[in-house]
């Protein structure tokens, strides 16, 4: 009895965030600005990879290549992804953490960066998180194929899902070898046909017009920009102006630089991660913590690149990632409307991506050391004395005290 009222709770519960949701959406788009977003606002603002093509040709030719068409039904394709996201993050939750079932769920579909960025502008960030949650829906549910079938969709709509790749590939490998209901060489084999196949269907449309050239070029303007956008870079690039710098930094914030010197940590860093993974949990948290470190560390920054490390962390149990991913989001929706009010700035970066890192280090810090010194005084034990030693030791009544011998 207490099952049903609890699963019919749940379903309530579902179908009000899942009605909210919808209505917020059709809000958003019904807004005086959404109608203002141009093609190019939609096709020129994001990193995109040759999935995100197809699904705006299919658009188009359902459209009859009408513009205003084309966006309005890529703007319902996106409300549609964000409510599909927000019930994969409802059945994707329980097996990770049942108390934040709730609360997860509701942070991700009323997120205001994600309503008013994801589905105004139609970012490919949305499709990204939801071939990422259908990964970890197979996962959970030891389907290692359909899984690595998404994360491979995910990679192919995201150039920077290559860098989360070989984490989640280590993850289906391991699981491969040491479970018994696969056959890592028929798993193996799977795999590398699956993945040549997707490879082959998302390029060939476009392989005579790129080439090889074309797909190194993609990848470079992707991983190494040249040009630096409301980032940390931007803001180093302006203190010359104000402080002299030493010539190899002057050096070092050229976006080229930077951005080679940010994927060799972020490459270190993934090194480290594929040694000592050996489960889901750890491979989000790794994954999320790249995602982190190429937010902060990217030449370019964009307010809808922390909807995919919120989406992580809300996967995992670390509750100080989740409290970082929070930050970002509160100034990101700081960093939108400075662009919405063409209010920008060259030290944009430094509070929308490093006072967030440093108010969490700090809080961090200060919940680190509050901790240690409870865990000290629960450790203490009193100081005690000779006579308080001797009190220990209380005299018995008299009553109770056995009866002396008799001479004899």
Same mark, same amino acid.
């Given at each position: 009895?207490?099952?049903? !009222?609890?699963?019919?709770?749940?379903?309530?519960?579902?179908?009000?965030?899942? &009605?909210?949701?919808?209505?917020?959406?059709?809000?958003?788009?019904?807004?005086?600005?959404?109608?203002?977003?141009?093609?190019?606002?939609? $096709?020129?603002?994001?990193?995109?990879?040759?999935?995100?093509?197809?699904?705006?040709?299919?658009?188009? &030719?359902?459209?009859?290549?009408?513009?205003?068409?084309?966006?309005?039904?890529?703007?319902?394709?996106?409300?549609?992804?964000?409510?599909?996201?927000?019930?994969?993050?409802?059945?994707?939750?329980?097996?990770?953490?049942?108390?934040?079932?709730?609360?997860?769920?509701?942070?991700?579909?009323?997120?205001?960066?994600?309503?008013?960025?994801?589905?105004?502008?139609?970012?490919? +960030?949305?499709?990204?998180? $939801?071939?990422?949650?259908?990964?970890?829906?197979?996962?959970?549910?030891?389907?290692?194929?359909?899984?690595?079938?998404?994360?491979?969709?995910?990679?192919?709509?995201?150039?920077?899902?290559?860098?989360?790749?070989?984490?989640?590939?280590?993850?289906?490998?391991?699981?491969?070898?040491?479970?018994?209901?696969?056959?890592?060489?028929?798993?193996?084999?799977?795999?590398?046909?699956?993945?040549?196949?997707?490879?082959?269907?998302?390029?060939?449309?476009?392989?005579?017009?790129?080439?090889?050239?074309?797909?190194?070029?993609?990848? +470079?303007?992707?991983?190494?920009?040249?040009?630096?956008?409301?980032?940390?870079?931007?803001?180093?690039? &302006?203190?010359?102006?104000? !402080?002299?710098?030493?010539? $190899?930094?002057?050096?070092?914030?050229?976006?080229?630089?930077?951005?080679?010197?940010?994927?060799?940590?972020?490459?270190?860093?993934?090194?480290?991660? !594929?040694?000592?993974?050996?489960?889901?949990?750890?491979?989000?948290?790794?994954?999320?913590?790249?995602?982190?470190?190429?937010?902060? !560390?990217?030449?370019?920054?964009?307010?809808?690149?922390?909807?995919?490390?919120?989406?992580?962390?809300?996967?995992?149990?670390?509750?100080?990632?989740?409290?970082?991913?929070?930050?970002?989001?509160?100034?990101?929706?700081?960093?939108?409307?400075?662009?919405?009010?063409?209010?920008?700035?060259?030290?944009?970066?430094?509070?929308?991506?490093?006072?967030?890192?440093?108010?969490?280090?700090?809080?961090?810090?200060?919940?680190?050391?509050?901790?240690?010194?409870?865990?000290?005084?629960?450790?203490?034990?009193?100081?005690?004395?000779?006579?308080?030693?001797?009190?220990?030791?209380?005299?018995?009544?008299?009553?109770?005290?056995?009866?002396?011998?008799?001479?004899?």
């Amino acid at each position: 009895m207490q099952q049903r !009222l609890s699963s019919k709770k749940n379903c309530t519960i579902l179908v009000l965030i899942v &009605a909210f949701t919808l209505c917020f959406g059709l809000i958003i788009l019904c807004l005086p600005g959404a109608t203002e977003v141009t093609s190019q606002d939609v $096709f020129l603002s994001g990193r995109y990879g040759p999935i995100w093509l197809d699904i705006s040709h299919i658009i188009m &030719a359902c459209t009859g290549g009408n513009a205003a068409l084309t966006l309005a039904g890529l703007r319902w394709l996106a409300l549609l992804t964000h409510v599909a996201n927000a019930l994969l993050l409802w059945s994707i939750l329980p097996k990770i953490r049942l108390q934040r079932r709730i609360a997860g769920t509701l942070l991700y579909a009323w997120n205001p960066v994600v309503l008013l960025i994801g589905i105004t502008y139609i970012h490919t +960030e949305l499709i990204t998180v $939801f071939f990422i949650l259908l990964t970890l829906l197979f996962l959970q549910r030891d389907a290692l194929l359909a899984a690595w079938i998404f994360i491979v969709l995910a990679a192919l709509i995201n150039p920077f899902c290559l860098l989360i790749l070989p984490l989640f590939l280590r993850l289906i490998v391991k699981r491969a070898h040491y479970g018994h209901t696969h056959d890592p060489r028929r798993l193996w084999l799977s795999m590398v046909i699956t993945a040549l196949f997707l490879l082959l269907v998302a390029y060939g449309p476009y392989w005579q017009a790129w080439g090889i050239s074309g797909f190194m070029a993609s990848l +470079e303007t992707t991983f190494i920009p040249h040009n630096a956008l409301a980032s940390l870079d931007a803001a180093m690039l &302006a203190l010359p102006r104000l !402080l002299p710098l030493s010539p $190899f930094m002057l050096w070092l914030i050229v976006p080229q630089h930077w951005s080679t010197y940010a994927l060799v940590l972020v490459g270190l860093f993934l090194l480290f991660s !594929l040694w000592f993974i050996n489960n889901l949990e750890l491979t989000l948290l790794c994954s999320c913590w790249v995602c982190l470190l190429l937010l902060l !560390l990217t030449p370019i920054y964009c307010p809808w690149y922390t909807i995919l490390p919120l989406t992580l962390a809300l996967c995992t149990r670390n509750k100080h990632t989740f409290r970082l991913t929070v930050l970002l989001q509160v100034a990101a929706l700081f960093s939108y409307y400075c662009d919405l009010w063409h209010a920008s700035w060259a030290g944009q970066g430094l509070v929308a991506v490093l006072l967030p890192f440093l108010i969490w280090g700090w809080l961090l810090f200060f919940s680190a050391t509050w901790q240690i010194a409870q865990m000290a005084q629960a450790n203490e034990k009193p100081s005690r004395g000779r006579w308080s030693r001797l009190s220990e030791f209380s005299r018995p009544p008299w009553l109770s005290r056995p009866p002396r011998p008799q001479r004899y």
